[in-house]
């Protein structure tokens, strides 16, 4: 017998609300969910797994008319191939350049953590703090 799994099943599986669930088939991302004779949503494994990459697609911030496009494309069969590729591979090249630019956030996060973590920690504070209002006296002062 096929194993399917409820909406509830399926939010505690991918931390997702039902509402978020009921949300994502109202856009368009769940065409491929079947309802049963009472009208409940059943999930099989293939649509857990369709979720899984509708999650990964909205964890790494493709907007959700993107996701749908994709779904569409997926839903249209093995024609779409080359669309599907040009969608993730445009999607992958933003990832990377948010993730490039989070590491270099990171590193100035390092450097303020070092910064607190070093023995001179309060001498580097306090000469700052004395730079920072010498520089404001300065501007205030028309010495630019």
């Known amino acids: 017998m096929l194993e399917t799994y409820t909406i509830k099943d399926v939010a505690e599986k991918f931390n997702l609300t039902i509402s978020t ?4 088939d ?20 293939s649509d857990l797994n369709m979720i899984h990459t509708i999650c990964c697609l909205k964890n790494t911030g493709m907007p959700i008319n993107e996701i749908k496009q994709y779904i569409d494309y997926c839903m249209a069969g093995s024609k779409t191939i080359p669309q599907r590729k040009a969608l993730l591979q445009a999607h992958k090249e933003a990832v990377l350049a948010q993730q490039a630019q989070l590491m270099e956030s990171l590193e100035e996060i390092d450097i303020k953590l070092n910064r607190y973590n070093s023995s ?9 703090i004395a730079y920072v209002k010498a520089e404001k006296a300065q501007l205030k002062m028309g010495l630019q």
């Not at 669930?21 to 994502?24: D, P």
């Open 21 to 24: 669930i009921r949300y994502y």
């Open 120 to 128: 001179a920690a309060k001498q580097i504070i306090d000469t700052q």
């Open 26 to 45: 109202k856009k368009g991302l769940l065409p491929f969910v079947e309802k049963n004779t009472s009208g409940y949503r059943e999930f099989t494994n």
